[in-house]
């Protein structure tokens, strides 16, 4: 079957024209669909819209004018195109028809020739125009279709932006403000104190007391937990305004804005405690955890609401000097007992650089040989005669001249650089005896007492580097006796207790340091193969007129009697304290009342004379 080139309807009341058309139009390939007035055309156009119309002028009732009207202003049949066919051949006429939306104008009588060529010219352009409609379609659809893959490209960068400043500025854990972001709203609360000098601001910062214990024990995952709630519990303690940020680890930062009042301060931080004094459930456990908190204020007027008119104002630049100060705040409220704020004060920081100062000293002075020992005879309260002496660390600072033990030996264990030196204190101790015992100096068997820390005692084989030593300095085992204290004993008991049965083993004599200021029990001393218990000069101090020292003293030294271990009183400086002992059966005994700890030339002298007390 013949395609069919095109839909024609014919639109004319002279019924020879649509039959001459039809005919001819019919046998070129065309459907040719008749109407013999406006009316029908209408109704044909619309139910069936044609790809072109003949349409006759001159018709009864409606003229092809009118028709072409109708059609016109009907988005259906709007863009068909209409050549007009007419006997009016009036310049006037041709202009009202394309005037009014025709295409082309053919004038009666006609010839068929032109009329086909007329048809085929405007179905031409028709179809031109349709197609170009679809091309022009088609790029409308693809520009809409790219712009929404443009919007929503640019949609997905503007949300990946935002996630990826998100993430830079939170922590991926609690979601909080990390330590960037904390910097930055503390820069600009920094500059809102140099422009308005009414605005006050507080930093406070918060670390986690004993937080490694919950991760060693209960894992990481209870650990990631606990700082989440740890979180959102301080949050509820803020103000809108506040910022809360997490630095990292198990460290907390908190920007108090435009606060001025100590009270409301101190309100903010007992608060925080109070509130983390309740228990943490996670999954199946009840979990305690404490901060210690830093407070840095940032307004003089403020500042001197804590430490009055005559203290020294710091005017801060930095965020970071902010954050230091807190930080050393923070470590004020550890030392003293945690759980608790402290306020900062110049002070702190000074100490904190002389801290520092001390701690880099510290790692040369070894290499330096600027430590050396001091010895406090120990006597024997029976004969009156010095039984040996205590190994006492100096440190002569270059530019400080010799520095107390208490203010360097917990520096030196934070350091890590106490069993260097304990291996020093050792060998050279022992070393200065075999030198005395070589002059034939001191009541036999004359024995030195060297302090031994726990870190010592938890390092791999602490037992082989003192016999080591021992075997260098070719000294015997029986003339070292090695003082501990009382926590030696508290960290890892049963790992001690086999320690120490080895050391006493090998004919080492093992002392109790500071008997009664620790954590011991006088119900389980007799677990620990002791031989000598030391009493602390605490309680020798005023032992004649105490009655209660002198009954502690008493029961020191009938428990130790009992459990077959010997006693030495230290920190004797009396007579009165001396006869005391003596009347309470204690053998042993050292103190300024005998000699004070000498360096080796002054105890070599003290033990050349042999004196008796």
Known sequence: MDRVKADILLVDDTPDNLRLLTTALSQRGYKVRGAIDGNMALMGANASPPDLILLDIC??????????????????????????????????????????????????????????????????????????????????????ERTFELEREILQRKQAQEQLLHL?????????????????????????????????????????????????SLGHNIGDLLLIAVGDRLQNCLRADDTLARLGGDEFAILLDAIDRKEEILTIAERINHQLSYPFYLHEYEVFINVSIGIVVSQDKLYRQFYGTETEIICYQKPEQILRDADIAMYRAKALGKARYEIFNPKMHQQALNLLHLENDLRWALERQEFM????????????????????????????????????????????????????????????????????????????????????????????????????????????????????????????????????????????????????????????????????????????????????????????????????????????????LRNLGCRYGQGYFFARPLNSIQAEKLLTRDPQW
């Open 168 to 216: 830079a500025l939170h922590d991926p854990l609690t979601q909080l403000p990390n330590r960037f972001l904390f910097i930055e709203r503390l820069e600009e609360a920094i500059l809102k104190g140099k422009m308005n000098p009414n605005y006050s601001f507080v930093v406070m910062f918060l670390d986690c007391d004993r937080f490694k214990r919950v991760n060693d």
């Open 373 to 580: 020992l001091y010895y406090q005879p120990i006597v024997s309260l029976i004969r009156g005669k010095i039984i040996g002496c205590e190994a006492l660390i100096r440190w002569n600072h270059p530019q400080q001249g010799l520095i107390s033990p208490d203010d360097f030996i917990s520096v030196a264990e934070e350091m890590g650089l106490i069993l260097p030196l304990g291996d020093w204190i050792l060998k050279e101790s022992c070393q200065q005896l075999k030198k005395w015992h070589n002059l034939n100096l001191g009541e036999q068997p004359f024995s030195i007492s060297v302090n031994i820390s726990a870190r010592q005692f938890s390092q791999a084989n602490p037992l082989e580097k003192i016999e080591k030593i021992l075997q260098e300095v070719q000294l015997e085992n029986h003339y070292l006796k090695l003082e501990i204290t009382e926590s030696v004993l508290i960290d890892r008991p049963e790992f001690i207790v086999v320690l120490l049965e080895k050391i006493k083993a090998r004919k080492i004599s093992i002392s109790l340091d500071d008997f009664g200021t620790g954590y011991s029990s006088l119900s389980y001393l007799h677990r620990f193969p002791i031989d000598t218990v030391k009493i602390d000069r605490s309680f020798i101090h005023r032992l004649e007129e105490n009655g209660k020292n002198l009954d502690i003293v008493k029961a020191i030294i009938a428990l130790a009697h009992n459990l077959g271990m010997d006693t030495i009183a230290e920190g004797i400086e009396t007579i009165a304290q001396l006869d005391c």
């Open 59 to 144: 018709m009864p009732g409606m003229n092809g004018y009118e028709v072409c009207k109708h059609l016109k202003a009907n988005l259906k049949t709007a863009p068909i195109p209409i050549i007009f066919m007419s006997a009016l051949d009036e310049t006037i006429d041709k202009i009202k028809a394309f005037r009014i939306g025709g295409v082309d104008y053919i004038t009666k009588p006609f010839q068929f020739e032109e009329v086909i060529a007329r048809i085929e010219n405007q179905l031409t352009i028709r179809r031109l125009q349709l197609s170009l409609q679809t091309l022009n379609d088609q790029l409308e659809k693809r520009v809409r």
